[in-house]
């Protein structure tokens, strides 16, 4: 599981971020607080109603939050009010709201998602299946996202064993390798599919997934290879094997005459989810 991720309550998007060393998820409290008010600002309704409760009982909601940078709508992260399952249960005890009984189950049910997994990968690896399932993806789909999800897996582990950091440097690596083999930055071709927060992998075809893994198995055997470390070694191979996967899509383009990489995405409408096409 992603440490950031998206959880839904009721059509609701509630962000959130997973602590590995607390082994404890956080969401965001603008989103709960849209979820349970229904409020067209609920920025300012949040500003208000710390305000609020400081003056009725003195104790400060701020205080049960921590800032997190988290992804906004516009695809930048932002330092966003994050709070623990416990401390969400204490805000919403004032916030006046029938969806609050439901709300407090639903999260105690996500918030430990989380710890399961980690006791037994197996159960990710399923609620993912599922998830796409109900999501409309074909079986040939899914069996190729999880091939390319263990290639990537392999990669990261690498860079992790070989003084590669996670976040920044591991984000820097995979875009070169996604440059070389897609002529398209990761921000690039989330555009042309009309995504913002969405992760990329999830709305890629089966022939973006397969050029994708080939193109990390090609860095990650490489990189075994020369036994790089530290993130500028570990660029040598990221292009290399960028380049190899890139070599594959230009013979294959050549021969069909279509293009590998498409504006195809599958963003749900209200109330099914269907695949479009944009024209590149």
């Not at 609920?42 to 992804?71: F, H, N």
């Not at 996202?145 to 920044?168: I, P």
């Not at 193109?215 to 470390?229: D, H, M, N």
Request: overall charge positive.
């Amino acid at each position: 599981m992603n440490k950031n991720q998206l959880a839904i309550f009721e059509n609701f998007k509630i962000r959130r971020y997973f602590d590995e060393k607390k082994e404890m998820w956080y969401f965001s409290v603008v989103d709960i607080v849209a979820a349970l008010t229904d409020s067209a600002k609920p920025r300012d309704y949040w500003y208000a109603m710390k305000i609020r409760v400081k003056s009725d009982d003195g104790i400060e909601l701020s205080t049960l939050c921590r800032q997190l940078k988290l992804e906004s709508s516009d695809g930048k992260k932002y330092e966003t009010d994050c709070a623990n399952v416990e401390s969400i249960f204490r805000i919403i005890q004032s916030i006046p709201s029938s969806k609050a009984e439901p709300f407090k189950k639903w999260l105690a049910k996500v918030g430990y998602e989380r710890m399961q997994e980690m006791g037994n990968p197996e159960m990710g690896i399923n609620r993912a299946r599922e998830n796409w399932i109900k999501h409309g993806r074909s079986a040939k789909w899914i069996q190729q996202r999880m091939m390319g999800q263990e290639t990537r897996n392999k990669l990261t582990d690498y860079w992790s064993e070989h003084d590669v950091k996670k976040g920044e440097e591991f984000a820097i690596l995979t875009n070169i390798i996604h440059q070389e083999w897609s002529d398209l930055s990761v921000r690039d071709h989330k555009n042309i599919k009309g995504l913002k927060t969405q992760n990329l992998r999830d709305h890629m075809n089966e022939a973006e997934l397969i050029f994708t893994a080939l193109a990390e198995l090609s860095t990650r055997q490489i990189a075994e290879t020369v036994q790089s470390k530290g993130l500028e070694q570990n660029k040598v191979p990221a292009h290399r094997g960028g380049q190899i996967a890139k070599g594959a899509r230009k013979a294959l383009e050549a021969k069909t005459g279509k293009s590998v990489i498409t504006g195809e995405n599958f963003l749900s409408s209200k109330t099914n989810f269907r695949i479009k096409g944009k024209k590149l």
